[in-house]
T-cell receptor, first 111, second 115 residues
């Protein structure tokens, strides 16, 4: 059974720091991995989608990497801003044909 | 920019009452999903449609939950009767291609509180 874990569960950093959010999954046979952002009480906003054949994807200050063999993905946020404060969720699509989510990392960036 | 539309945004109901949520996916998206998210947890799939057909409803509590997508466009998720444990965010998502390659886009969600 696929399990997705995100570490840390919560993170508080000063504005301007570069930071890394981690996502690990137990079954490396995945089709893709997606990173989402969720603001309190809101839906999910797709940030990056990495297909299984890709190693990384970039969008603005965000860079996501994927290492299937080790069951890991990282989301790198450069020059963090208070507006980046949110919960970040990773999700993997594997052989069960379901998108399995982690429990998220709650990020707070203070001025 | 195209969005997944959901309504209502908030719903408060009493135990044993019926409640319904509506979702309109992004135009042209054949695949539609309903997820439930309990506070502090990741979303869990309730039901997946491909056009008007149910692809996966293995996690849907069928004794009280039902979902339909009659014309393969918008969809309704119903709960009857609602129980206290149903309090959660109900999220609708859609994707253009198959789930294995398509990016999922979520709506703003419907927050249900059962008293």
């Amino acid at each position: 059974k696929q399990e997705v874990t995100q570490i840390p569960a919560a993170l508080s950093v000063p504005e301007g720091e570069n930071l890394v959010l981690n996502c690990s999954f137990t079954d490396s046979a995945i089709y893709n991995l997606q990173w989402f952002r969720q603001d309190p009480g809101k839906g999910l906003t797709s940030l990056l989608l990495i297909q299984s054949s890709q190693r990384e994807q970039t969008s603005g200050r965000l860079n996501a990497s994927l290492d299937k063999s080790s069951g890991r993905s990282t989301l790198y946020i450069a020059a963090s801003q208070p507006g980046d404060s949110a919960t970040y969720l990773c999700a993997v699509w594997g052989n069960t044909d379901k998108l399995i989510f982690g429990t998220g990392t709650r990020l707070q960036v203070f001025p | 920019e195209a969005e997944v539309a959901q309504s209502p945004r908030y719903k408060i109901t009493e135990k044993s009452q019926a409640v319904a949520f509506w979702c309109d996916p992004i135009s042209g998206h054949a695949t539609l999903y309903w997820y439930r998210q309990i506070l502090g947890q990741g979303p869990e799939l309730l039901v997946q449609f491909q056009d008007e057909s149910v692809v996966d409803d293995s996690q849907l509590p069928k004794d009280r939950f039902s979902a339909e997508r009659l014309k393969g466009v918008d969809s309704t998720l119903k709960i009857q009767p609602a129980e206290l444990g149903d309090s959660a965010m109900y999220l609708c998502a859609s994707s253009f291609g198959t789930s294995r390659t398509g990016e999922l886009f979520f709506g703003e969600g419907s927050r249900l509180t059962v008293l």
